[in-house]
């Protein structure tokens, strides 16, 4: 495979160029941008594409590389520092699968060659689908989902679109691709809890989801001293201690945790639970919308809405098949970080 160029964002407020082969691994990649952006071995990195974690190995131990992710050519890659606590294309239609049926959106019939069956069976023409995907984008989504209901008490559709098949469905410029991705990656950003420094604007995920008095590793790196600030409130940390930093207006909390806590409830499987979860593994928030209990979430992660336990390498469950009972979880008051 050849090489590509991408372009990484996300470290002081600079983006720089770093050619990579598909073929080559995620830990070279890291170690490219490491020397890229003249950081050390020892840095605890994390590279995120879009809404994709670029992982090492997978949840088996296997190798990742650049292909495994989609990654093309210009594509924009995300660096995201781990900080410990303080002391104290040209889109073409032309292979698409058209359709004669009527696009589900406007319910309007189409001239042949003006809509196309999407992966799961429905129809859209691709203005109805470009709407769909801006809304979800607005509202600080980063997945793209079928809303299809076959009747007013009928269940959605729900499935997933990946983005080259979106891309290519909405007949997306060059210029929307791009505007897409970096929106999916705000979004995805946002939603793991990734915040920037409020000095150098390098993208930060804590190493302690406990700790809220932070370290910048870059800007300590360049001021020769260590640079704390609040995790919560991003205003340089005034105290002596670990818990209140010092600054008017700051509570000292998570807000995620507000949300997960004021949830809405609802039946899965016949148990009643949080409408909204945090991923145990890296905390992202996933809303249940319908059918099964077992969930997969964008960082790899497997797992039961319900009791929250993941599955085992083999994707198998303790607390039984998809649509059995089990132990509901309490709501979080914490949410994991990777």
Same mark, same amino acid.
């Given at each position: 495979?050849?090489?590509? %160029? =991408?372009?990484?964002?996300?470290?002081?407020?600079?983006?720089?160029?770093?050619?990579?082969?598909?073929?080559?691994? =995620?830990?070279?990649?890291?170690?490219?941008?490491?020397? @890229?952006?003249?950081?050390?071995?020892?840095?605890?990195?994390?590279?995120?594409?879009?809404?994709?974690?670029?992982?090492?190995?997978?949840?088996? #131990?296997?190798?990742?590389?650049?292909?495994?992710?989609?990654?093309? &050519?210009?594509?924009?890659? +995300?660096?995201?520092?781990?900080?410990?606590?303080? +002391?104290? %294309? &040209?889109?073409?239609?032309?292979?698409?699968?058209?359709?004669?049926?009527? *696009?589900?959106?406007?319910?309007?019939?189409?001239?042949? #060659?003006?809509?196309?069956?999407?992966?799961?069976?429905?129809?859209?023409?691709?203005?109805?689908?470009?709407?769909?995907?801006?809304?979800?984008? !607005?509202? /600080?989504?980063?997945?793209?989902?079928?809303?299809?209901?076959?009747?007013?008490?009928?269940?959605?559709? $729900?499935?997933?679109? *990946?983005?080259?098949?979106?891309?290519?469905?909405?007949?997306?410029? $060059?210029?929307?691709?791009? *505007?897409?991705?970096?929106?999916? !990656?705000?979004?995805?950003?946002?939603?793991? /809890?990734?915040?920037?420094?409020?000095?150098?604007?390098?993208?930060? %995920?804590?190493?302690? &989801?406990?700790?809220?008095?932070?370290?910048?590793? $870059?800007?300590?790196? $360049?001021?020769?001293?260590?640079?704390?600030?609040?995790?919560?409130?991003?205003?340089?940390?005034?105290?002596?201690?670990?818990?209140?930093?010092? &600054?008017?207006?700051?509570? /000292?909390?998570?807000?995620?945790?507000?949300?997960?806590?004021?949830?809405?409830?609802?039946?899965?499987?016949?148990?009643?639970?949080?409408?909204?979860?945090?991923?145990?593994?890296?905390?992202?928030?996933?809303?249940?919308?319908?059918?099964?209990?077992?969930?997969?979430?964008?960082?790899?992660?497997?797992?039961?809405?319900?009791?929250?336990?993941?599955?085992?390498?083999? #994707?198998?469950? @303790?607390?039984?098949?998809?649509?059995?009972?089990?132990?509901?979880?309490?709501?979080?008051?914490?949410?994991?970080?990777?």
């Amino acid at each position: 495979m050849s090489d590509i %160029s =991408i372009t990484v964002n996300g470290f002081g407020g600079v983006e720089r160029s770093v050619t990579i082969g598909q073929a080559d691994s =995620i830990k070279e990649l890291k170690n490219r941008v490491k020397q @890229t952006f003249n950081l050390t071995l020892e840095d605890d990195i994390r590279l995120l594409y879009m809404c994709k974690d670029l992982r090492e190995k997978d949840e088996h #131990g296997r190798e990742k590389f650049v292909k495994d992710y989609g990654v093309e &050519n210009l594509d924009t890659v +995300s660096l995201v520092l781990r900080v410990h606590g303080g +002391s104290a %294309s &040209n889109v073409s239609g032309n292979d698409l699968p058209l359709a004669t049926e009527r *696009d589900f959106i406007t319910l309007e019939d189409t001239p042949v #060659g003006q809509s196309w069956k999407m992966p799961c069976g429905h129809v859209l023409g691709p203005d109805s689908l470009k709407s769909i995907c801006k809304t979800v984008l !607005a509202a /600080g989504g980063y997945e793209f989902r079928c809303s299809y209901k076959e009747g007013a008490n009928s269940k959605f559709c $729900n499935m997933q679109w *990946d983005f080259s098949t979106v891309k290519r469905m909405a007949l997306l410029t $060059n210029t929307e691709i791009k *505007d897409f991705k970096k929106k999916i !990656a705000y979004n995805y950003r946002k939603a793991c /809890g990734i915040k920037e420094c409020p000095k150098c604007k390098s993208f930060c %995920s804590r190493k302690r &989801n406990t700790d809220q008095r932070v370290i910048c590793p $870059n800007c300590t790196r $360049n001021d020769r001293k260590n640079y704390e600030f609040c995790w919560f409130c991003l205003k340089i940390w005034m105290s002596s201690g670990v818990s209140e930093c010092g &600054n008017s207006g700051c509570f /000292g909390k998570d807000a995620r945790l507000e949300v997960l806590k004021n949830s809405e409830t609802k039946e899965v499987v016949g148990v009643k639970c949080p409408k909204l979860r945090a991923c145990p593994t890296c905390g992202v928030f996933i809303e249940h919308i319908e059918k099964c209990k077992h969930m997969s979430c964008p960082c790899g992660t497997k797992f039961c809405f319900i009791c929250l336990k993941k599955s085992d390498v083999n #994707g198998s469950y @303790t607390c039984g098949s998809y649509n059995t009972k089990c132990e509901v979880a309490p709501v979080q008051t914490e949410i994991p970080t990777l």
